[in-house]
């Protein structure tokens, strides 16, 4: 079995950073593809960013471009969420995400494309 434990979550000042650890224990996903969606308060849970371990296969929802940097260490079994110049639309639940199945040609941008999550860290952006 597969367990993700976020951390790193907290009160984030406007425009400054944050780095959301995700720890991977159990069956090792190194295969696979790793993901990070987030819920804001009443909204539905939406993609963030994903990667794929093998190869340099990253995306971003549009929304996070150019703020946001998803990263893994295969080693410590770890995905990191760089979190840039957060905005007030950033404040929501975060959470990891990962499958052992990967497609080149598929976008693992649906939540349902993902067996194991974690159970979520919080991020709130105050100004």
């Known amino acids: 079995q597969v367990r993700l434990v976020e951390s790193g979550g907290g009160r984030v000042h406007l425009g400054d950073s944050v780095k959301l650890v995700c720890g991977i224990s159990?069956?090792?996903?190194?295969?696979?593809?790793m993901g990070w969606f987030r819920q804001a308060p009443g909204k539905e849970r939406e993609f963030v960013a994903y990667?794929?371990?093998?190869?340099?296969?990253?995306r971003y929802a549009d929304s996070v471009q150019g703020r946001f940097t998803v990263a893994g260490d295969n080693r410590n079994n770890t995905v990191y969420l760089q979190m840039d110049n957060v905005r007030p639309e950033d404040t929501a639940e975060y959470y990891c995400?990962?499958?052992?199945?990967?497609?080149?040609?598929?976008?693992?941008?649906?939540?349902?494309?993902?067996?194991?999550w974690g159970q979520g860290t919080h991020v709130t952006v105050f100004s």
């Open positions: 995400a990962g499958t052992v199945d990967y497609r080149y040609w598929k976008d693992y941008t649906d939540s349902g494309q993902y067996d194991f």
């Open positions: 159990g069956r090792r996903l190194s295969a696979g593809v």
């Open positions: 990667f794929h371990w093998r190869g340099d296969n990253r």
